[in-house]
């Protein structure tokens, strides 16, 4: 039986942080046997936030570098970017028609977006979930392996393939989202807020944060009242998460924890935390730096991959130009 295919892709903005590991790259790299994987350096996204689109070219090959450094194999997922696959412009613009704009200014990311700063409501942030819906439906994606924060976009996507197939004629699937054990990883500086390259570099730990930056931002992170270790995630958020970031380095459960630090105070417990990260990351960091001693091995993996990627987007293109009737030639 053919695999299913899946599609993710991230933004090359900013830092990779610990959110964007735990919440999609290292499912990707768990699911790769398992599915036919597609994995996009969204470099188009990332044009949807001004200030973050400097450096794209050494940022673009720099996370490709740190995928790579983390476990994803080019021989058995198609590594690629997006902007080098024009068919998913073609294919946003036609999906652009099929939603009423009032469906996109609920979309809580756009809310937040604007609510946070009313001059960026531009009409490609407005338009992201609809690209986003282009990306995953192109190669017919199944599945998406991405973060609980981007749950709401795949509800869009699944909304257009829906209207497509309705009218158009049935050809894409309703792609369904994939969650890691921990779907949300959360800000150390407000645990309220998911951990986020745009909440400032001291909410969030960088894959590259050497150990004494890893030692400072957990040692400073903020923590609730009563020096309890407890996973309580209503009355304690920002223990808890923490709880759950140990969880995600060490292995070790809530539970197993919670009974270690029963008699110890927050510090020491920060303390073994950030140790434990630093333990998770150092192999990951050597790679990387082995990795990026050659930039363009990363650009040839992501020309290759973008290839491959391109024939499928093609056909998908001219599948749907034909089920809407348009001349092809
Ligand atoms: P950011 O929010 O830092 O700009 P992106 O929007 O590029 O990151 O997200 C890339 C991927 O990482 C998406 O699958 C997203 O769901 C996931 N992700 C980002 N932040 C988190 C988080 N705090 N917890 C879990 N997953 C996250």
Not at 5 to 33: C, D, K, M
Not at 53 to 64: D, F, S, V
Not at 98 to 110: A, F, R
Not at 118 to 133: C, E, R, T
Request: with cysteine; glycine share 6%.
């Amino acid at each position: 039986m053919a695999k299913e295919t899946a599609l993710s892709g991230i933004r090359p903005t900013g830092e990779l942080h610990l959110g964007n590991y735990f919440g999609a790259l290292r499912q990707w790299v768990s699911i790769q046997e398992k599915y036919d994987c597609h994995f996009m350096v969204a470099d188009l996204h990332s044009l949807t936030t001004l200030e973050t689109t400097k450096n794209i070219k050494e940022k673009t090959l720099e996370l490709a570098g740190l995928w790579l450094a983390s476990g994803l194999n080019p021989k058995k997922s198609t590594i690629f970017l997006q902007s080098a696959i024009p068919e998913h412009g073609e294919l946003g613009s036609i999906f652009s028609t099929l939603l009423p704009v009032s469906m996109l200014e609920l979309n809580p990311t756009y809310k937040e977006m604007v609510s946070e700063n009313p001059k960026a409501g531009s009409f490609g942030i407005m338009n992201y979930p609809v690209l986003q819906a282009a990306d995953i439906l192109i190669y017919k994606a199944s599945r998406v392996p991405i973060g609980k924060d981007q749950d709401p976009h795949i509800e869009i996507t699944r909304e257009i393939a829906r209207r497509f197939n309705r009218r158009f004629g049935n050809i894409f699937p309703e792609p369904r989202s994939m969650f890691d054990e921990v779907p949300k990883i959360y800000s150390l500086s407000s645990p309220q807020k998911k951990m986020s390259k745009s909440h400032g570099p001291d909410s969030y730990i960088a894959l590259l944060d050497s150990p004494d930056k890893i030692r400072r931002k957990i040692k400073s992170s903020v923590t609730d009242s009563g020096s309890e270790i407890k996973y309580d995630e209503l009355n304690k958020p920002a223990i808890s998460h923490l709880l759950d970031i140990f969880y995600l380095v060490s292995d070790k459960s809530a539970k197993e924890l919670e009974k270690k630090y029963k008699n110890s105070g927050y510090a020491e417990f920060k303390k073994d935390l950030a140790e434990a990260i630093i333990k998770h990351l150092t192999p990951i960091q050597k790679k990387y730096a082995e990795i990026s001693k050659n930039p363009k091995a990363i650009e040839k993996i992501l020309k290759d991959g973008s290839e491959r990627a391109r024939a499928v987007a093609q056909k998908t293109t001219r599948e749907v130009k034909s089920k809407i009737g348009l001349l092809d030639f």
